[in-house]
């Protein structure tokens, strides 16, 4: 019985059909392998998303033509190559449109396959790799009426630290009161309009000054009669 491994089988069993073919069966054979072990030893990063197999069979195509013209082809080169294999009843390769469209360019396409150095992104592909994010732009009458409202509650002048906790409360709800949407501003927003917490509260009609939030006027009465 023979042991070879099933691949030097199928090694030795192509090797025996290209000696007894033409030079030019003999060559698209090779270049039939070429292109499947291109495919094969795609790099492994794009097995991690949905367009895996499209990318794969693209850019094995685009890899599998550089093995013919010697040099990353242009789209012409390809278009002719594609050309030439759909002549011999051959339909695996993509066509030049449709890879174009996948990487948003020529130029991308061949920068995907490795066969260039990465080229600037356009617009189109930074606005598709942009995170959006819903910006809310608050009205200053809505910042101070927020304040005024942390203010009242606390019954005093609030420190950020106030507000950032009075603000949680209010988002997650208290005791007796409902949880209210995440329309009330973080303490950040006010830094980035009033450059500063005093003037956030000064705009909001309220004692900026730090001494008033730090000192009071007005104390509990600690006497007593003995």
Known sequence: M?????????V????????????????ELARRITEWVVVQIQNHHHDLHPLAAVDARFIGG???????????????????EYERRRGLGDSGLPSVSAVSKHFDGWPYALAAAGLTSDVAPTGIQRRRARTQKIV????????????????????????VRDFVVWREELIA??????ATATDVPHH???????????????????????????ERQEYTDLSRER
Not at 2 to 10: R, T
């Open 2 to 10: 023979n042991n070879e491994p099933s691949s030097d089988l199928a």
């Open 12 to 27: 030795a069993a192509i090797f025996a059909a290209a000696t007894n073919l033409p030079l030019d069966g003999a060559q």
């Open 62 to 80: 685009l890899r599998a033509v550089t093995e013919v013209v010697g040099h990353p082809p242009t789209s012409q080169e390809y278009l002719a």
């Open 136 to 159: 809310h732009r608050y009205t200053e009458a809505r910042l101070a009426e927020c304040l005024r409202a942390c203010a009242a509650d606390l019954g005093r002048v609030p420190m």
């Open 173 to 178: 709800g208290r005791p007796g009161r409902r």
């Open 188 to 214: 950040r927003t006010y830094y980035g309009r009033y450059h500063g917490w005093d003037a956030a509260l000064a705009a909001a009609g309220l004692d900026g000054h730090r001494q008033s939030r730090t």
